[in-house]
């Protein structure tokens, strides 16, 4: 297939938008523009609407524009979704100043397949990935949640990442030794995939053992691993003149911790609500204090309910504001994608058609060519089992 050029792709843009936003009453003809930015680092895409226009620039129209151009770009580019975004543009047109922006990536989503050591080849540092041209800075992101229905992937999703983890302990020179707490409410898949790891400790249920003992253990854990953040951000606070500084100052005694809990609300289900807002609430503080400290939770859930109190939801509010790596799997509707992604309250992103493990992303880490929500499909690990 011959790829188009840039400016090609800028006329059919312009083409098919002046066609789909005019009315009778109303022709936008020539008082839109498109202009790609395929070359600097921050890869983008401008909407520039010139006045006069019958165009009012407005989040409605904003995304009406997004759903136009992502079918129109593709498989050249996939566009990311996010709330309305004007950025201003150099030059002297003063009508071409300023315009909407969208975040905008080479090809298409493309899943990575091999085994642990054929993908995290050419990876260094404390970075992992996602898909091709997709990784991320552990050090750089808070914490993870990866929701999806049953069949989704999302099991093997989280065994996929943690494989990823604990890969660099065999090159220390590159990234702190990374250790793994696992808490399985099932002793599934991911209880049986890592029993005998030396890197990963497990909570497990004991047999017989009642709800209610079992999270009054979780939560003994939960209070550890605040107090281990309080020791370590003791350390930080005597032995560093840097103000911005974390864990990683420490040297070859820095840690990173990973600390995971498998199916969330298995956990609380029909145990006493005083056990439950305990659990929520220690699950509250760690996500607002372990970065600095290198705690990380790697959460999953079949369904991202949040509320403003702890009572009745999967994760508080400002819990859900720290997870800065956002992975939704299988069915997307409505409800559950307005609880992961609340800036995608007005409406979805298409979707890959790439069966378990597909779905949609979200990294908040401070990298602007990761801004928004975009369309993802996870590696697929040869010899490593999962749903």
């Not at 047109?93 to 080479?106: A, E, Q």
Request: net charge negative; aromatic share 6%.
């Amino acid at each position: 297939m011959n790829q188009p050029t840039d400016e090609k792709l800028e006329r059919i843009c312009e083409q098919a938008l002046a066609m789909c936003l005019s009315t009778s009453d109303n022709q936008v003809g020539s008082s839109i523009q498109v202009k790609l930015d395929s070359q600097s680092k921050v890869r983008g895409l401008w909407v520039f609407i010139k006045s006069p226009s019958p165009l009012v620039p407005s989040e409605e129209l904003y995304r009406q524009i997004y759903a136009i151009l992502y079918y129109c770009l593709l498989p050249a580019y996939t566009l990311s979704s996010s709330q309305m975004i004007i950025r201003t543009f150099p030059g002297d047109d003063f009508s071409l100043t300023r315009g909407f922006w969208f975040m905008l990536h080479p090809g298409i989503p493309t899943r990575l397949v091999g085994t642990v050591d054929q993908i995290m080849a050419d990876v260094e540092g404390m970075n992992i990935p996602l898909e091709k041209n997709l990784t991320i800075n552990t050090s750089k992101v808070a914490h993870i949640f990866i929701a999806g229905n049953t069949g989704s992937g999302k099991t093997y999703a989280v065994l996929t990442l943690i494989r990823f983890l604990l890969f660099m302990n065999s090159k220390r020179e590159y990234c702190p030794l990374r250790r793994v707490s696992i808490i399985d409410p099932k002793k599934s898949t991911i209880a049986r995939t890592f029993k005998t790891s030396k890197d990963v400790e497990l909570l497990l249920p004991q047999a017989g053992e009642r709800a209610e003992d079992f999270i009054l253990r979780v939560n003994t854990k939960l209070q550890q691993v605040l107090d281990d953040i309080s020791n370590i951000q003791d350390k930080l606070y005597e032995q560093s003149p840097d103000p911005d500084c974390d864990y990683r100052i420490l040297g070859k005694d820095a840690v990173e911790n990973f600390l995971v809990i498998d199916e969330l609300e298995s956990i609380t289900a029909g145990v006493k609500r005083t056990l439950v807002n305990e659990f929520q609430s220690l699950l509250t503080k760690i996500a607002l204090t372990g970065r600095e400290a290198g705690w990380h939770l790697l959460l999953s859930s079949q369904v991202a309910s949040v509320g403003n109190g702890v009572t009745g939801a999967t994760l508080s509010s400002s819990a859900r504001a720290q997870m800065t790596l956002r992975i939704q799997l299988g069915r997307l509707d409505r409800s559950n994608i307005v609880q992961l992604f609340p800036e995608l309250r007005d409406g979805g992103i298409p979707l890959p058609l790439g069966g378990k493990g597909s779905g949609i992303v979200s990294i908040n880490d401070g990298e602007m060519d990761h801004f928004g929500v975009s369309p993802i499909l996870m590696p697929t690990i040869l010899n490593l089992e999962g749903d």
